[in-house]
Nanobody
Framework: QLQVVESGGGLVQPGGSLRLSCAASGISLSYFHMGWFRQAPGKDREGVSCIDKSGTTTNYADSVKGRFTISKDNAKMTVYLQVEDLKPDDTAVYYC?????????????????WGQGTQVTVSS
């Protein structure tokens, strides 16, 4: 089973940037499409980006298109989410998980094992 640990979140001012990391273990990332999700207090979990198993196809939610960039390093078993020009509405806990396909809206696989997430807070 694929296990994940997210990191890299923090408190940033509007317009700031962060690089989120999702360290995976258990099975090679080359077998999985991977996605980043986020959940703000009182809101449903939202899929924000995905990358296919080959690493050649990426997709983004409209709300983050042009500001977020997903990538992965199969050798390091890590998926990254570079988040830029952050807005207060980006405040949420960010999670990564394997997804059924890399088409928006993304859905986690039935066997997805969720990590603890990483908190991103955008505030002045």
């Amino acid at each position: 089973q694929l296990q994940v640990v997210e990191s890299g979140g923090g408190l940033v001012q509007p317009g700031g940037s962060l690089r989120l990391s999702c360290a995976a273990s258990g099975i090679s990332l080359s077998y999985f499409h991977m996605g980043w999700f986020r959940q703000a207090p009182g809101k449903d979990r939202e899929g924000v980006s995905c990358i296919d198993k080959s690493g050649t196809t990426t997709n983004y939610a409209d709300s983050v298109k042009g500001r977020f960039t997903i990538s992965k390093d199969n050798a390091k078993m890590t998926v990254y989410l570079q988040v830029e020009d952050l807005k207060p509405d980006d405040t949420a806990v960010y999670y990564c998980a394997p997804v059924t396909s890399c088409y928006m809206p993304i859905s986690p696989t039935y066997y997805a094992s969720w990590g603890q997430g990483t908190q991103v807070t955008v505030s002045s």
